[in-house]
């Protein structure tokens, strides 16, 4: 069974850096692909940022530019670093890995972790 736990969210001003970290329970070899998804009240969850197994990493056009996705294969960790945080980019932002054909092509989800972008 896989789990994700997330952490690094919390209040921080507009203009600031924040990094968000999802540790997962198993090695992420077996993981294609490792993202962040964030869903703000009353709207629909959106993809934030993914990179697979190769390391190409792929953006949201609201957030290129200011985040950018990691991961530490050793740590079995992908990372959001957040920069220039608006207020818009306040939400709680999930942690999801899909795992490659072979093992299961599940799809998993961390418990979620509030982000809020506030004077």
């Known amino acids: 069974q896989v789990q994700l736990v997330e952490s690094g969210g919390g209040l921080v001003q507009p203009g600031g850096s924040q990094r968000l970290s999802c540790a997962a329970s198993v090695s992420i070899f077996r993981f294609n692909t490792m993202g962040w998804y964030r869903q703000a009240p009353g709207r629909q969850r959106e993809l934030v940022a993914t990179?697979?197994?190769?390391?190409?990493?792929n953006y949201a056009d609201s957030v290129k530019g200011r985040f950018t996705i990691s991961r530490d294969n050793a740590k079995n960790t992908v990372y959001l670093q957040m920069n220039s945080l608006k207020p818009e980019d306040t939400a709680v932002y999930y942690c999801?890995?899909?795992?490659?054909?072979?093992?299961?092509?599940?799809?998993?989800w961390g418990q979620g972790t509030q982000v809020t972008v506030s004077s």
């Open positions: 990179i697979i197994s190769v390391g190409t990493a």
């Open positions: 999801n890995v899909k795992d490659f054909p072979e093992y299961g092509g599940d799809d998993y």
